[in-house]
């Protein structure tokens, strides 16, 4: 089993990293860093063109540094490509139960849906699960509280999903399903609780707590409900239309990227 890490050698990523080591322990699991040259994960120069290419020996220094200090085995890549395309072929070449990138702190004066665009390119290309970390997130390994965002419709988890949902079944976390209801309608997590068992994303067995939120926004409610529960890692499924389509951007799931606080695992599902 694999988990693909991407890397620009930020403190970002190299955040991200060191959660994905420690869930490649748990997973029994090799990790790829790979490093894509002439192309920043979240960077704002990247839209400027003027970054600064590192050479390659500074490259291999950089992903000796970093393999050093894993826990796991590790295999090292650098390549010349665009993001999501580099990843697109990491992917297909690895087959990895999980795509894991760091997502910078918010600094001002960078807008918002820069900090995004690596993350939103990579789910127009990969119906693979992907593994959002923020900068400033606390990571503690395994999770001990998980909350699952669920809305009142049925789902399907694709099976490239099914290496980490073992995973999950295995955590001996608190798991709370978050369900976001406009104010004036009913913020039950009934249903949703319900389709969350039968996706199978949860055992059949599991007693998972409900929290219902009301509130104008789902991505903000979310949020909300994760922080009022503790959670320490956020659950979310993705719709394929949304994975696949050009719209991302105004979706439920793109607001999620950009304001959690929370390492955010998105799970692709059928439509």
């Not at 192309?39 to 704002?44: A, K, Y």
């Not at 590790?74 to 010349?80: G, K």
């Not at 067995?205 to 979310?222: N, Q, Y």
């Given at each position: 089993m694999h988990l693909l890490v991407l890397t620009d050698f930020s403190p970002a990523a190299d955040h991200a990293l060191a959660y994905a080591d420690a869930l490649a322990v748990q997973l029994r699991a090799t990790l790829v860093l790979l490093?894509?040259?002439?192309?920043?994960?979240?960077?704002?120069?990247?839209?400027?063109?003027?970054l600064s290419p590192l050479s390659e020996g500074e490259i291999a220094t950089a992903l000796l540094q970093r393999r050093e200090k894993l826990s796991v085995p590790?295999?090292?890549?650098?390549?010349?490509a665009r993001v999501a395309e580099a990843a697109a072929a990491g992917v297909r070449r690895y087959q990895p139960a999980l795509l894991v990138l760091g997502r910078p702190a918010a600094t001002k004066g960078s807008p918002e849906v820069v900090a995004q665009t690596t993350a939103l390119k990579l789910l127009g290309h990969l119906p693979c699960p992907l593994l959002v970390v923020p900068e400033s997130a606390p990571t503690p390994m395994p999770p001990q509280c998980v909350g699952i965002a669920a809305d009142n419709q049925p789902f399907s988890l694709l099976p490239q999903a099914n290496a980490i949902i073992a995973w999950l079944h295995q955590l001996s976390a608190r798991f709370t399903i978050l369900h976001v209801a406009e104010p004036e309608d009913n913020d039950s997590t009934t249903v949703a609780c319900q389709h969350v068992l039968e996706s199978g994303l949860l055992p059949v067995?599991?007693?998972?707590?409900?929290?219902?939120?009301?509130?104008?926004?789902?991505?903000?409610?979310?949020a909300q409900g994760a922080q009022e529960v503790k959670a320490d890692l956020l659950v979310a499924q993705v719709h394929r239309h949304t994975w696949l389509g050009d719209l991302f951007s105004h979706s439920v799931t793109a607001r999620m990227v950009q304001r959690t606080t929370l390492p955010l695992l998105l799970l692709p599902i059928n439509d």
């Open positions: 490093h894509v040259q002439r192309t920043s994960l979240f960077d704002p120069e990247a839209l400027t063109g003027s590790v295999v090292t890549e650098a390549t010349v067995d599991s007693r998972p707590h409900h929290h219902g939120v009301r509130h104008l926004s789902m991505a903000d409610g979310i």
